[in-house]
């Protein structure tokens, strides 16, 4: 089944405690993103990667790194999380010559 | 910088009635794409429509664009319990392809 997967699905964590949250695509798609979805706000963008090796940040990048060094994942690494990046995630990914986007399940993060 | 501004906020309709949202954005672009959200999970992409394109249908939902004045509208027909959700759009320019900006979302409830 053609999907995106991310991990974990729900994470409650203390201020300043590196963490990871992984997501990986099984469709061979060259493009992954991720977003985080706040009341009131929307989808915000935090970083992209349009392949391998290649990743560009989107709105809201403060506070998070990410790596593409295979085609099938994507990891968002927060160095040392903040309350204020309690949030859900979202990760997708997307043929590069097609805009339409697949999203995961989501991750709801908890930063006390 | 490209965003899709929703409107109306928020829609609460009978089922069998039609429901119209629309969707403001800033600036030339290559597509448009909605996109339907049910309670906490992963958006579903829902039709794509090209800047050259007018109008597209797909079974009970119909997009327009007006490039002019850069806007669009997503109507859902004959509506169900099973549409409620979320639902947002996302403006896509050549030059910022990777980027996807969400707007905060119209929230559809339709009673049964």
């Known amino acids: 089944e053609a999907q995106v997967t991310q991990n974990p699905r729900y994470l409650i964590t203390v201020t300043g405690k590196k963490l990871t949250v992984t997501c990986s695509q099984n469709?061979?798609?060259?493009?992954m993103s991720w977003y985080r979805q706040d009341p009131g706000l929307g989808l915000r963008q935090i970083y992209y990667?349009?392949?391998?090796?290649?990743?560009d940040k989107g709105d809201v990048p403060e506070g998070y790194k990410v790596s593409r060094k295979e085609k099938r994942n994507f990891p968002l690494i927060l160095e040392s999380p903040s309350p204020n990046q309690t949030s859900l995630y979202f990760c997708a990914s997307s043929p590069r010559t097609v805009n339409e986007q697949f999203f995961g399940p989501g991750t709801r993060l908890t930063v006390l | 910088s490209q965003q899709g501004e929703e409107d109306p906020q928020a829609l609460s309709i009978q089922e069998g009635e039609n429901a119209t949202m629309n969707c403001s954005y800033k600036t030339s672009i290559n597509n448009l794409q909605w996109y339907r959200q049910n309670s906490g999970r992963g958006l579903v992409h829902l039709i794509l429509?090209?800047?050259?394109?007018r109008e597209k249908h797909s079974g009970r939902l119909r997009v327009t664009l007006d490039t002019s004045k850069k806007s669009s509208s997503l109507l859902i027909t004959a509506s169900r319990a099973a549409d409620t959700a979320s639902y947002f759009c996302?403006?896509?320019?050549?030059?910022?392809?990777?980027?996807?900006?969400f707007g905060a979302g119209t929230q559809v409830v339709v009673t049964p």
């Open positions: 429509i090209r800047s050259n394109e």
């Open positions: 990667s349009m392949n391998v090796e290649v990743t």
């Open positions: 469709m061979n798609h060259e493009y």
């Open positions: 996302a403006p896509v320019s050549t030059d910022s392809w990777g980027k996807l900006q």
